[in-house]
Structure formats: C-alpha cells, structure tokens
C-alpha cells in the first residue's frame, strides 16, 4: 500500500501548501486583515474583518494539520466549509472557468472535492493519524469531511451572508 500512503500524503500536502499560503497571505500579503476584511465585505460577509480573521485562522491550523495528516477529518471538514463559502459567496457567479471574470468556480470545486476525498480516505501510514491510532476512514470521515464543512458553511451564510448588501454596493 506505499502508492496508495504517497498518493495520499500528495494530496494531503498540496491541499494543506494551498490553505496555509493563503492564510500566510491573508496575514502578510496584500491588504493584509484589512484588505481581506473589506474585500469579505464587498462578497456580502458582514462583518468583513471577524470573517477575515475566521478565514486566516482556519487556514493557518487547517493547512499544517493537512500537511501533518493530524485529525485529518476535522482539517479537511475546515477546508471544504471555507471552501463552500468561497464557492457561493464569489465564485458560482462567475461561471466554471477560474480565468473568467471574478474568478469561476473550477479551483474552488476542485479542492472542495479534493478536501471531502482526503476526509474519506483518511491520512494513510505516513501520518500523526496513523502515529496516533487515529482511524476515521470510509463513511465516518466522509461525513465528518463532507457533513462538518457543509453545516458549518450553511451555518456562517445563513448567519453572516448579506448578498443584497453586495448588490447594492455595486
């Protein structure tokens, strides 16, 4: 099973690479907080600079529990629900292609996809799961993966997601 543990440790670490350099960015980069902050606020996020912070920081601890294979359910439940919310906040409207204007939605679904996968296959050998006895393959990571990220995502929309307020800025 070596093809299948590297095969998995891939896909752990190159989602992980992804989640961690945008929170690195989302705290250095760029507009920093601030920037992020108005930019959440213009997708209808309110109040744009907490959703920052609540990006930066899931992607700042789920990218290293990725890339560790710790927890991996619960990392790869963090990345699909902040996916979620980047796909319907921003990019669904834009069409499929990431090249179009405002960015389509190919990315997002992809590590999206990618992230519910990792739930469900697990961390494989080279892991701390594996070091640790953690076990949660099949369904049960699946659902943790797909179910934890889809609730919380539904959660932070229906609570914080103000998409008129976007419109109307326009």
Not at 50 to 72: K, N, Q, R
Not at 91 to 110: A, S
Not at 156 to 161: N, Q
Request: hydrophobic residues 55%.
């Amino acid at each position: 099973m070596e093809g299948t543990d590297a095969g998995l440790l891939i896909l752990r670490v190159s989602v992980g690479i992804v989640m961690l350099a945008h929170g690195y960015n989302h705290l250095f980069g760029g507009g920093k907080i601030e920037g992020t902050g108005r930019w959440f606020e213009s997708l209808g996020m309110k109040p744009g600079k907490l959703h920052a912070w609540l990006a930066t920081l899931t992607e700042l601890v789920v990218g290293p529990m990725l890339i560790l294979g710790l927890l991996t359910p619960i990392a790869a439940a963090g990345a699909v629900g902040l996916l979620l919310v980047a796909l319907i906040t921003n990019h669904l409207r834009n069409g499929f292609f990431i090249f179009r204007p405002g960015e389509g939605y190919e990315y997002v679904m992809t590590l999206i996809l990618v992230s519910v996968a990792i739930g469900a296959l697990g961390a494989g050998e080279w892991s701390l799961d594996n070091a640790l006895g953690v076990d949660w393959v099949g369904w049960c990571g699946l659902v943790v993966a797909a179910g934890i990220g889809g609730l919380s995502a539904a959660l932070l929309l229906v609570i914080f997601w103000r998409p008129l307020a976007r419109e109307a800025a326009k």
